[in-house]
């Protein structure tokens, strides 16, 4: 069995094609989903994923290094609810601070970028004074049983949560992309060429647009 460590930007994804690489190769693929940072964590405490799928910057010391999919940051809203402005930079400060709470991750890039943008913007500590910060997860979630009005995060993990209504992308002047790459680990089992190779592939492209990622393929 393989050892998959993987972004949670991308999980939308590889939930189909972890199935379909297992079909036709006949390996077995064991799959953890956490924050890049987290992930990081846990190989720094001593585990050894045979491949992993994070953010770029993050694998410097894996190896065959392979960009396939970037991400931008979006607002989503529970279900029947109206739809906020969020066009331009002044109209987004408006709808964060006149939220009843915002939700965002505490661990996840689209979160810790968060976090500086709004202290850049001035409006850090209203919005935090009721923010619901998770520590990791689908922010969508808090928006789906009421615990927030908005959920910040990127656009592919947002999709994860099929209830909810994405309102869009952050304005132009404010967005911040993620790009993910798939690495090989350091002791890397042998099949694992195979799940790098499938996952860096053009049938993977189908999958990474669908959870809406943008190619990245370079």
Not at 12 to 37: H, M, N, W, Y
Not at 41 to 64: M, N, Q
Not at 135 to 149: E, I, N, Q, S
Request: aromatic content about 6%; overall charge negative; proline content about 5%.
């Amino acid at each position: 069995m393989l050892h998959l460590f993987s972004a949670l930007a991308v999980k939308k994804a590889l939930d189909s094609l972890i199935p379909q690489f297992t079909t036709e190769t006949g390996v077995a693929v064991d799959t953890v989903f956490d924050p890049t940072t987290v992930l990081m964590k846990r190989i720094e405490a001593g585990a050894k994923p045979d491949v992993i799928v994070a953010v770029t910057e993050s694998l410097a010391a894996f190896g065959s290094v392979v960009p396939i999919a970037k991400a931008g940051i979006g607002v989503a809203v529970a279900p029947g609810t109206q739809i906020p402005d969020i066009s331009t930079v002044p109209a987004l400060c408006e709808a964060l601070t006149s939220a009843r709470s915002v939700a965002y991750s505490r661990t996840g890039a689209s979160g810790i970028y968060f976090a500086s943008m709004i202290e850049h913007l001035g409006i850090a500590a209203e919005v935090n004074a009721r923010a619901t910060v998770v520590d990791k997860g689908f922010t969508a979630l808090a928006v789906v049983d009421g615990r927030a009005d908005l959920a910040i995060q990127q656009l592919s993990e947002l999709k994860f949560v099929p209830e909810v209504r994405i309102v869009g992308p952050l304005p132009e002047e404010v967005q911040h992309w993620s790009h993910f790459s798939v690495g090989l680990g350091t002791e890397a089992a042998p099949d694992a060429t195979l799940l790098h190779k499938f996952l860096t592939g053009q049938s993977a492209k189908a999958a990474y647009a669908e959870a809406g990622l943008i190619e990245d393929f370079r």
